[in-house]
């Protein structure tokens, strides 16, 4: 299969179209004509994901967030960006990016958290999710992250509040809060939001839980990996959640 060939299977589960267009996903470093001999799932290319793609001889990284957003004047072996583009080139590693329209996509980033998180969806919109939680308590939810998604999640609210609905986004998105109470929910969950956003969250009567923002995307990579391994016959490898951004 060839990388062209690639970008199409990724254009079925998550349209190109999709993307926003401040958005810059599909292919950023690499020959579209070669052929793919495995393929590396992470939030961000670091250089822990080059080296672990290199090492087990997959030759093409699909990032959900693009490494290249803005024009680049120069490539700089003493500045990240550009060690980290001239990394991938020196071991012949392709990247693909898949951001807003993954997130967007049916069965994509948003509807993993909101499964992760064991919600039965009622309401769904671009970015967010609502529906019914599976557990009975804001603290409940709270700990079926921890366990689950993201340790580290920090949960603002009374723990022993009854829920019967929950709005949840993925990465940075705290903009979503009013969407959220509007549709009534009780508990506003997502990867990260700025401090206003969540003290105007609380005041409209939600609970918010923050899980990180990869964390929040990370979720997404064992569902894509195994979509993509039913549909290609080279390796397609996610590293374990802990690992996942790199």
């Not at 799932?41 to 670091?46: E, N, R, W, Y």
């Not at 609210?157 to 809060?177: L, N």
């Amino acid at each position: 299969m060839k990388i062209s060939e690639f970008l199409q299977i990724i254009d079925t589960i998550a349209p190109w179209e999709l993307a926003e267009a401040w958005d810059n996903p599909g292919l950023l470093v690499g020959d579209p004509e070669e052929e793919v001999t495995g393929v590396l799932l992470c939030v961000d290319a670091t250089p822990a994901a080059v080296d672990c793609a290199a090492a087990r001889g997959l030759n093409l990284i699909l990032a959900h967030h693009p490494l290249l957003f803005r024009g680049t004047k120069h490539l700089r072996a003493d500045e990240y960006e550009g060690a980290l583009l001239m990394r991938l080139v020196r071991r012949g590693i392709s990247l693909v990016a898949a951001h807003t329209n993954l997130d967007r996509a049916p069965g994509g980033v948003n509807d993993c958290l909101a499964q992760a998180l064991g919600l039965r969806v009622e309401q769904s919109g671009d970015y967010l999710r609502v529906g019914a939680p599976g557990v009975r308590t804001a603290g409940e939810l709270a700990d079926l992250a921890r366990a689950t998604i993201s340790p580290q999640a920090v949960f603002y609210g009374e723990r022993d509040r009854a829920i019967d609905c929950v709005a949840s986004s993925c990465g940075a998105g705290g903009e979503f809060f009013a969407e959220a109470a509007r549709r009534g929910a009780q508990v506003f969950v997502t990867g990260e939001m700025k401090h206003n956003e969540r003290v105007e969250a609380e005041g409209l009567g939600l609970s918010v839980l923050l899980l990180g923002h990869g964390e929040s995307e990370a979720v997404v990579l064992e569902p894509l990996r195994a979509r993509l391994a039913a549909q290609i016959r080279a390796e397609v490898f996610a590293p374990q959640r802990s690992g996942a951004r790199d």
